[in-house]
C-alpha cells in the first residue's frame, strides 16, 4: 500500500489514486505491447484509442454539445493566455475583462500585446475578495470577447453563476475549477483549464470552443498558435503530449465511475463546508478574506491571529499529514486546496486539526 498523505496543495495536485495506480501498471508494458505508451508513435492504433477516449470522455462527462469543439493543446492554461487575445481578436475590437485578480491580470498583461483590452470591472481595490454582480459592469456590444476567471486559485473566489454577454462571446479560465461543477454551454463560447488541477498532470491545456466562433477566428496565424490548426486535426496536428493526455483519460474513467459531475459538485461542497464552518465558528480567530457569496469551493483562503501562528499551523500541520497548506507567496497566509481526488476525510481530518489548533493557541 502506498503511502499516501493528504496534500492540499494548489496545483499540480492530489490526483486519484486509481488513475495513478492503473498508470503504474501499465507503464512499462502497454497492454501487452511490449513497450510504454510513451515509446511508441502517436499515430498507432493503442495511442488513437487512448486519445479518442479522452476527448469522449470529456464529452460526456462534461455535457459538451455537438455546438463546440475539444480540443488538446500544449503550454498549459498561460498560453491560452496569448491564443486566445490571437484568436479571437479581429476588426480591431476589444478584448474586455473582469479584473477578479493574479490570473486574470496574466490575461490581461499578455492580450495588451496583441490588441486592444478594456478592464470593465476590477477588484484590486478590495483585495480582490469578491467576484462581481452583473450589475457593476456593462459588455460593450462591440467587444470581442468578455474573459473571466472562473475560480481564481489564489485569491479563493468563485464564479457561482457566470456572465450574461448577449452576443459577445464569454471565455472562461476554468483551470481551477473545471470538473467540479456543471457548466452551462449556452452561455459559454470559449472555455480552457490547464490540466494539473482537476484532469490530470500539468502540460496540457483543455480547450472548448463554440464551432461559430472558431469558425470566425483570425486566419494566418502560426500553426500552432491557431485554434483552427488543431480542430482540423482532433488535437494531433503535432506529437501530442501522450502521457498527459493518457492520465487525463483515467482521471477522467475516475469520475465517471464515482458518479460524474453531480457527485464531484456535491463532495466539493462537503469539503468546503467543512473547512468554512470550522472558520465562521471560530469567533473570528479564523479569518476568511474572501466575501461569503464568493467564496471558493476548490481555494479555501484563511488567516490566523497572526503570521507567527501561520508559520507554526503549516508547519505543525504538516506532521500531521496535511501538506500545503501555504498560502501563495504573493498573497500569503493558509490555503486549502481541495480539488476533486481529495477525499472527504481529508477535509475532515484538517478541520478537527483546525479546532484541536485553535484550542492549544488561542
Ligand atoms: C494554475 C492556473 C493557471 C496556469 O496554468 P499553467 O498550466 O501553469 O499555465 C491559469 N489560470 C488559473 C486559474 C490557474 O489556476
Redesign the pocket.
Known amino acids: 500500500m502506498a503511502n499516501r498523505i493528504f496534500n492540499f496543495s ?2 499540480p495536485c492530489t490526483l486519484p489514486l486509481p488513475a495513478l495506480e492503473k498508470a503504474q501498471t501499465e507503464f512499462v508494458d502497454y497492454q501487452g505491447a511490449g513497450m510504454s505508451l510513451t515509446e511508441m508513435s502517436h499515430r498507432g492504433k493503442h495511442y488513437d484509442d487512448v486519445h479518442y477516449a479522452a476527448i469522449a470522455n470529456i464529452r460526456e462527462v462534461l455535457n459538451v454539445p455537438e455546438s463546440h469543439d475539444v480540443l488538446f493543446i500544449q ?7 496569448a491564443m486566445v487575445p490571437l484568436n479571437l481578436t479581429i476588426d480591431g475590437k476589444s478584448a474586455e475583462f473582469l479584473n477578479t485578480g ?2 486574470v491580470k ?2 490581461i498583461a499578455d492580450a495588451e500585446k496583441i490588441g486592444p483590452t478594456r478592464m470593465i470591472w476590477t477588484g484590486e481595490p478590495e483585495n480582490f475578495t469578491r467576484i462581481p454582480g452583473n450589475d457593476e459592469y456593462k459588455v460593450g456590444e462591440d467587444a470581442a470577447y468578455l474573459h473571466i ?6 485569491g479563493g473566489i468563485e464564479y457561482h453563476a457566470y456572465p450574461d454577454t448577449s452576443a459577445v462571446p464569454l471565455v472562461a ?5 473545471i470538473m467540479s461543477r456543471p457548466i452551462d454551454w449556452n452561455k459559454l463560447d470559449l472555455a480552457f ?5 482537476n484532469l490530470g498532470p ?4 483543455l480547450v472548448i470552443i463554440n464551432k461559430a466562433l472558431l469558425e470566425k477566428c483570425k486566419d494566418g496565424l502560426p500553426a500552432y498558435l491557431s485554434y483552427k490548426t488543431h480542430a482540423a486535426k482532433d488535437s494531433l496536428y503535432n506529437t501530442p503530449p501522450v502521457f498527459a493526455i493518457y492520465m487525463m483519460k483515467l482521471t477522467i474513467d475516475w469520475v465517471k465511475s464515482e458518479g460524474g459531475l453531480a457527485e464531484m459538485e456535491k463532495r466539493a461542497l462537503a469539503r468546503s463546508g467543512a473547512l468554512y464552518d470550522t472558520i465562521d465558528s471560530s469567533d473570528g480567530w479564523y479569518r476568511c478574506p474572501v466575501d461569503k457569496a464568493s467564496r471558493s469551493r476548490m481555494n479555501v483562503c484563511f488567516r490566523l491571529p497572526t503570521e507567527e501562528l501561520e508559520t507554526t499551523f503549516i508547519a505543525e500541520a504538516l506532521e500531521a499529514s496535511f501538506s500545503g497548506l501555504k498560502g501563495h507567496r504573493s498573497v500569503g497566509g493558509c490555503r486549502a486546496s481541495m480539488y476533486n481526488a481529495m477525499p472527504l476525510e481529508g477535509a475532515e481530518k484538517l478541520a478537527d486539526f483546525m479546532a484541536e489548533f485553535k484550542k492549544k493557541n488561542a
Do not use: P, V
Open positions: 494548489a496545483g503550454g498549459g492554461a498561460t498560453l491560452q493566455f493574479t490570473w496574466k490575461a476567471c472562473g475560480n481564481e486559485t489564489i479560465d476554468m483551470s481551477s475549477h483549464a490547464g490540466a494539473q488541477k500539468a502540460g496540457l491545456a
